[in-house]
T-cell receptor, first 112, second 115 residues
């Protein structure tokens, strides 16, 4: 059973609008969460992270929200740009610096 | 130059063959990882190493072995490849740093096809 779920395999958004990518987890011991972005023929690259002591972390156009009680996090991209089109992976770990569990990914397409 | 490199980038082999995938990094990180990516399953951890003398099995280590030849090199071997090992393989490194917040840096991937 997957411990990290991304229930939307794909998402299409118009350029300039908000993209919201969702991630749910089942392991209540997870306390550190990351988002990675992956372009075709490249490895995933780190985007943004959040620890369980926070409920929000913002970096430019990217904001991650964490709802621990619901075991849910989301990535908001505002405004969305065509260059944001990629596969986004959510990942979680139980302890800082320990192993990460990845979700299956969501393919975001930002339409011009 | 890329900080994490993988060779080969693509490989087609036959069932029963021994295959080695290599990973090198110039980031100076102690921690290295091997993942495989399959459609709909995300990245799954095969093996990881927190230093040269430390090797640990991940979620799906059966059928694989690894060697940490040096801090900068971490190789993944398939002793006898089988078709369900056809996947995209990623090497990654990390360094938790003083704050303990870890981020992984991935190589470009190796696409392996086992016929």
């Amino acid at each position: 059973d997957q411990q990290v779920k991304q229930n939307s395999p794909s998402l299409s958004v118009q350029e300039g609008r908000i993209s919201i990518l969702n991630c749910d987890y089942t392991n209540s011991m997870f306390d550190y969460f990351l988002w990675y972005k992956k372009y075709p023929a490249e490895g995933p690259t780190f985007l943004i992270s959040i620890s369980s002591i926070k409920d929000k972390n913002e970096d430019g156009r990217f904001t991650v929200f964490l709802n621990k009680s619901a075991k849910h996090l989301s990535l908001h991209i505002v405004p969305s740009q065509p260059g944001d089109s990629a596969v986004y992976f959510c990942a979680a770990s139980e302890k800082y610096g320990q192993n990460f569990v990845f979700g299956p990914g969501t393919r975001l397409s930002v339409l011009p | 130059d890329a900080d994490v490199t993988q060779t080969p980038r693509n490989r087609i082999t036959k069932t029963g063959k021994r295959i080695m995938l290599e990973c090198s990094q110039t980031k100076g990180h102690d921690r290295m990882y091997w993942y495989r990516q399959d459609p709909g399953l995300g990245l799954r951890l095969i093996y990881y190493s927190f230093d040269v003398k430390d090797i640990n099995k991940g979620e799906i280590s059966d059928g694989y072995s690894v060697s940490r030849q040096a801090q900068a090199k971490f190789s993944l071997s398939l002793e006898s490849a089988i078709p369900n090992q056809t996947a995209l393989y990623f090497c990654a490194t990390s360094d938790p740093g003083r704050g303990g917040m870890d981020t992984q840096y991935f190589g470009p991937g190796t696409r392996l096809t086992v016929l």
